[in-house]
């Protein structure tokens, strides 16, 4: 096998990103699988991209515009 | 009339960070690497574009790459004829082959270079910037400057009198979240522009005779919930650091997140006179045409002319005023108060609410000459963070002293990194709370989450909470909290008033108690050489050795800690006679605590205050 090396995107590890590091990945493009080489997450890009929506579910207001910022 | 004041910052680097790593992955290092040159320009080219377009006025911060560029130089000399922008200089972007050649060095951040070459570098850049357009600036920037640094430069080149001065809670969770690798060491700050002191450029200024002579600027502005939560870098009016934290819808590509954050930066004139401040300082790095992380390009693209077009929508309706960092200088000034009646102790105040997770939480912020406090209303109204900037504590930073990246100033309270109310097993966390005890049973403020008003009566800044309240088996107790930041006071007072009580014969024990150490860090310190005391007639004290002791005084004047590491004297007083006492901490719970305990009946209000001082 190669070197790994960079997919198209510079993907961040998913699960080291929930615990607020930003590792970036590297590609096997043979596999096409991407690796943290902090923790042992693998995925292939699909992997990657679901994992992320996933890391959204602690920004419960992402979507939601306010107009108001006090309780008064 | 109210006034949102924004300062929209782009540096032409040449070697933006990231780029050469993102870009260059798998290739030998090339400082001079010409597609990297063009491609760096192109960007800031773009970033000028979307801030004209949409009418917004530019401080062009110049890298001293930069001065070796023509075609910088005269993008530079264009938009401040055509647009008004002003040309500054930034100590940020120093790598290039010129650099590398006269210092060998690859370090490149200004404040952890030794003092000597921080003025042969300062001179140098700003020689450099004089050749080239034939005036000295204005304005300059980093992530930090050190007070020496400040001092140095304004008092070689006095016209500078705006400066990036600090980056708001960037230190040990950005080092972390770089893989502990990004050694930008700086906590402690201001989260709005301040006038730093000489001594410490965190501390604003008390008086003229401290006044460092420049308005620092923070380097974004940054939310102060998700901020001192987590990591910095992804919650800041720099649009791509929101791309940063995935807070954006992938299918649409809409990131309403930014404009809340934007608008509750609006919302703080409520606090401030009727003033309200934001900030955007986007490297060009973060526009790389290889994308950035998950994003490619036209995402990165979209969300900077995204972020100019609502400034200058908010412009067009009247809501926003653009200015250049130089003018904001003398605005501020005037606006503080400085300028006419040499006041410097008008308070910076947030009052701010969860923009992002979903929650109802509310944190107040208050920065004065004197301190750094947050109040936290999800705990009571328990303070979660504390700097005493009383102590104007001088700490020279980088290579030659004692803390050649830790640029932080100094916490006696820090709810993440010393634990808060909860710990494990065993010990205590710091904070500043109440707990109320009856027949047994104890209650701690903490866990009585609740809201706050903010009012102002003449000079005093008031949180008035929405009373809480605590059952205890055959007891319900409506209490209600107010606390007190007199400008110019260095203390906070907090008041607690007993509402009701289902018997209104009873008492309750209240116990007012501060739980504190020092630090920068999330790791303990040697504490062996703070002294404790109940203050009075038969003064109690202990010499910190780990040895777990307490002390008591009836009608104690004051209890007090001394910390001679960072020159404070922290104590609390009380405004009837009750007991005061003093806690030693052990090994695994390395803190001291103060506090009063006091009987306290239906209708009747008990309060205590938080005093900081210098200590030597």
């Known amino acids: ?72 | 009339m109210d006034k949102f004041i924004v300062n929209i910052i782009h540096r032409p680097e040449m070697v933006p960070e990231y780029s050469a790593t993102v870009t260059g992955q798998g290739k030998e290092e090339d400082i001079g690497d010409k597609a990297l040159l063009t491609e760096s320009l192109d960007i800031f080219r773009t970033q000028q574009r979307l801030a004209h377009e949409n009418g917004l006025k530019v401080t062009i911060q110049m890298t001293y790459a930069s001065l070796f560029n023509d075609e910088a130089v005269e993008i530079a000399k264009h938009d401040h004829e055509e647009f008004g922008d002003e040309i500054g200089l930034s100590l940020l972007g120093l790598p290039c082959e010129e650099f590398r050649e006269k210092y060998k060095t690859k370090d490149f951040c200004i404040w952890m270079f030794s003092m000597e070459d921080k003025k042969a570098i300062v001179n140098d850049v700003f020689e450099k910037f004089h050749d080239r357009f034939g005036f000295y600036p204005e304005s300059t920037s980093s992530y930090y400057m050190d007070a020496d640094l400040i001092n140095y430069i304004k008092a070689t080149y006095p016209t500078v009198k705006c400066a990036v001065a600090t980056c708001w809670e960037e230190g040990p969770k950005a080092y972390h979240t770089c893989n502990n690798s990004w050694y930008t060491l700086f906590d402690g700050g201001p989260w709005a522009p301040w006038i730093p002191s000489k001594q410490n450029t965190h501390a604003p200024a008390a008086n003229e005779a401290e006044d460092s002579g420049i308005v620092a600027i923070p380097h974004l502005s940054r939310d102060l919930i998700a901020c001192y939560d987590g990591n910095g870098s992804n919650f800041g009016t720099h649009p791509q650091n929101v791309l940063r934290g995935m807070i954006y819808d992938t299918k649409t590509w809409e990131y309403p997140y930014l404009y809340n954050l934007i608008d509750q930066y609006r919302d703080l004139y409520k606090y401030n006179n009727g003033y309200a401040y934001n900030m955007m300082f986007v490297g060009p790095g973060w526009m790389n045409k290889m994308g950035r992380w998950e994003q490619p390009y036209e995402l990165l693209l979209k969300s900077y002319t995204d972020g100019c077009a609502y400034y200058g929508k908010l412009k067009k309706e009247g809501k926003l005023i653009d200015m250049t960092m130089s003018e904001f200088a003398d605005y501020y000034r005037k606006k503080k108060g400085v300028t006419d009646e040499k006041r410097y102790t008008e308070p910076e105040c947030a009052l701010w609410r969860d923009i992002l997770y979903g929650s109802d939480k509310q944190l107040f912020w208050y920065c004065d000459p004197y301190m750094r406090a947050c109040v936290n209303m999800d705990q009571g109204g328990a303070i979660v963070d504390l700097r005493p900037y009383a102590a104007k504590l001088e700490w020279p930073v980088g290579i030659g002293t004692k803390h050649v990246q830790d640029a932080s100033y100094p916490f006696l309270i820090q709810e993440k990194y010393r634990a808060g109310y909860f710990t494990h097993y065993a010990g205590e966390g710091t904070v500043r709370s109440a707990k109320l005890s009856y027949n047994g049973e104890e209650v701690d403020l903490c866990l009585c989450p609740t809201h706050a008003h903010f009012s102002q009566e003449g000079r005093t800044r008031i949180l008035t909470l929405d009373p809480v309240e605590i059952e205890f088996h055959g007891l319900t107790v409506k209490l209600q909290t107010k606390e007190y930041f007199e400008e110019g006071s260095s203390n906070i007072k907090i008041e607690r008033h007993i509402l009701e009580m289902s018997d209104p014969t009873a008492e309750v024990t209240l116990d007012e108690y501060m739980v504190a150490c020092y630090g920068t860090t999330e790791y303990p310190e040697d504490m062996t050489s703070v002294v404790l005391r109940c203050e009075g007639k038969d003064e109690k004290r202990i010499d910190y050795a780990y040895k777990c002791r307490t002390e008591s005084l009836q009608g104690a004047d004051a209890v007090s800690a001394v910390v001679p590491p960072i020159d404070t004297k922290v104590s609390l007083t009380a405004s009837v006679e009750a007991e005061g006492y003093i806690e030693e901490g052990y090994a695994f719970s390395p803190m001291f605590k103060l506090g009063y305990k006091k009987k306290i009946a239906d209708k009747e209000v008990f309060a205590t205050w938080l005093n900081l001082e210098k200590a030597n």
Do not use: H, W
Not at chain 1, 17 to 23: E, W
Not at chain 1, 50 to 69: S, T, W
């Open chain 1, 1 to 72: 096998m190669a070197q790994l090396g960079k997919g198209k995107l510079n993907y961040r590890c998913p699960s080291c990103f929930m615990r607020d590091l930003d590792i970036d990945m590297f590609y096997n493009k043979d596999t096409k699988i991407y690796s943290c080489i902090r923790c042992q997450y693998r995925g292939t890009e699909e992997d990657v991209l679901a994992k992320n929506e996933m890391v959204r579910f602690r920004y419960g207001a992402m979507n939601k515009r306010f107009d108001k910022f006090d309780f008064d």
